[in-house]
């Protein structure tokens, strides 16, 4: 995850996820206000479905970007045998994806973008490229 420091992530089985934030609502979980408006906190009204197709195990797949929060990227998995990421080549096509509920407070934006190329590990897969005439058509301009 990139984003302030002071996010923890809490990773739950979506099983648990409801109990889990009921109980710790106010405790492990704190509305970005503080502890104090718990009581008159509306919740996490905003429920944003992401289905991801993994597809390239020598690289992240995408980027999930919370407006005013950071981004997470997804990554493919460390493989059973230490080596690296999962060979996603003997995977099943159900194995390939990743579904995903995110869940935050009503007026922030979840969108899925292409991964950034952070650090020493992006310079190994990421590849420059000039934008293509639609592309440029649907970039906003900037003046200064």
Request: glycine share 10%.
């Amino acid at each position: 995850m990139y984003g302030p420091k002071g996010v923890q992530i809490k990773v739950v089985p979506t099983s648990e996820a409801e109990e889990f934030y009921h109980r710790e609502l106010g405790g492990a979980l704190k509305p970005p206000t503080g502890k104090e408006k718990t009581k008159i906190w509306p919740g996490l009204k905003g429920i944003h479905p992401i289905n991801v197709k993994m597809e390239n195990n020598s690289r992240p797949v995408c980027d999930i970007a919370i407006s005013g929060l950071g981004w997470i990227a997804i990554e493919p998995g460390p493989s059973t045998d230490g080596t690296g990421a999962e060979d996603l080549d003997i995977l099943s096509t159900i194995d390939k994806q990743l579904h995903l509920l995110v869940h935050v407070a009503k007026p922030v934006e979840v969108f899925v973008r292409p991964p950034m190329p952070i650090g020493i590990l992006g310079s190994t897969w990421y590849e420059y490229s000039e934008l293509t005439e639609e592309e440029e058509e649907t970039r906003p301009k900037v003046s200064y």
